[in-house]
């Protein structure tokens, strides 16, 4: 196995996934927009919460994760299981759509989600300093609410995200045959894509997989690696025989 510890590209955003982020550059280039994208189960949210507090815990930076799906507890609850240990909630925010809610009240009648995210993120990096942000998830976003021109809402919404300067991070469920990556091309859009897929090997067992799709301004591996999580820490190595 292949350990990406000892990086500490000053330009770069480390996923903490050992083995990995040596393939994509030393990590995310800082300012970009990134699609995690995978089909249901293919543990993106916990390699996002995974990124966000190993960000916190050995880089000091503040970090924001936005769910759109389920509640702070029931992420904190995943955290504890997965074994990544308590938040900083001085430096690691959680918010859910439940308090994004109440905050816009108006929100369930139409309100375009996009402003009410743009509104939040801008206040967060403004009044806390926030430096990667994640959004789980696109799909749900889309559902909230009927969007007359998706793709010129998600082109100025990926836009702002670029102009506020935080690295994001956004979750996306594929299609089950894992070829597109959402609805309205979003990876067109992105500065970045990481797909997960599951692969069946033989009869019997079947491996998580991650690739990195594209990744502007790294020089990057494109074939699969085996993701693995042991010990609260993800792994990825050359994948095993099919």
Same mark, same amino acid.
């Given at each position: 196995?292949?350990?990406?510890?000892?990086?500490?590209?000053?330009?770069?955003?480390?996923?903490?996934?050992?083995?990995?982020?040596?393939?994509?550059?030393?990590?995310?280039?800082?300012?970009?927009?990134?699609?995690?994208?995978?089909?249901?189960?293919?543990?993106?949210?916990?390699?996002?919460?995974?990124?966000?507090?190993?960000?916190?815990?050995?880089?000091?930076?503040?970090?924001?994760?936005?769910?759109?799906?389920?509640?702070?507890?029931? $992420?904190? #609850?995943?955290?504890?299981?997965? *074994? !990544?240990?308590?938040?900083?909630? +001085?430096?690691? %925010?959680?918010? /859910?759509?439940?308090?994004?809610?109440?905050?816009?009240?108006?929100?369930?009648?139409?309100?375009?989600?996009?402003?009410?995210?743009?509104?939040?993120?801008?206040?967060?990096?403004?009044?806390?300093?926030?430096?990667?942000?994640?959004?789980?998830?696109?799909?749900?976003?889309?559902?909230?609410?009927?969007?007359?021109?998706?793709?010129?809402?998600?082109?100025?919404?990926?836009?702002?995200?670029?102009?506020?300067?935080?690295?994001?991070? $956004?979750? #996306?469920?594929?299609?089950?045959? *894992? !070829?597109?990556?959402?609805?309205? +091309?979003?990876? %067109?859009?992105? /500065?970045?894509?990481?797909?997960?897929?599951?692969?069946?090997?033989?009869?019997?067992?079947?491996?998580?997989?991650?690739?990195?799709?594209?990744?502007?301004?790294?020089?990057?591996?494109?074939?699969?690696?085996?993701?693995?999580?042991?010990?609260?820490?993800?792994?990825?190595?050359?994948?095993?025989?099919?």
């Amino acid at each position: 196995m292949i350990s990406d510890s000892g990086m500490d590209n000053e330009d770069r955003v480390q996923l903490f996934v050992d083995g990995f982020d040596s393939k994509i550059g030393g990590g995310i280039k800082k300012g970009h927009v990134v699609l995690l994208a995978g089909t249901p189960g293919t543990m993106k949210s916990s390699i996002a919460m995974n990124m966000l507090i190993n960000n916190v815990k050995k880089k000091g930076v503040n970090v924001l994760y936005v769910s759109i799906e389920e509640s702070k507890e029931s $992420l904190l #609850s995943a955290m504890e299981m997965l *074994g !990544l240990g308590k938040i900083d909630e +001085n430096k690691f %925010f959680i918010v /859910d759509i439940g308090k994004l809610r109440l905050e816009h009240t108006d929100a369930d009648v139409g309100r375009d989600w996009f402003k009410i995210l743009k509104e939040y993120l801008r206040k967060k990096v403004e009044n806390e300093g926030v430096e990667i942000v994640v959004i789980d998830s696109l799909t749900a976003i889309y559902s909230l609410a009927t969007i007359p021109n998706p793709r010129q809402e998600l082109f100025h919404f990926f836009g702002f995200l670029k102009k506020l300067g935080v690295t994001t991070f $956004l979750i #996306s469920e594929t299609q089950q045959n *894992g !070829l597109a990556f959402g609805p309205y +091309n979003e990876d %067109f859009l992105a /500065d970045g894509a990481v797909l997960l897929r599951f692969v069946e090997v033989g009869e019997t067992d079947v491996q998580l997989r991650i690739r990195a799709v594209k990744m502007r301004h790294s020089k990057i591996h494109h074939g699969y690696m085996t993701l693995l999580y042991k010990d609260g820490r993800f792994s990825a190595i050359t994948p095993l025989s099919e």
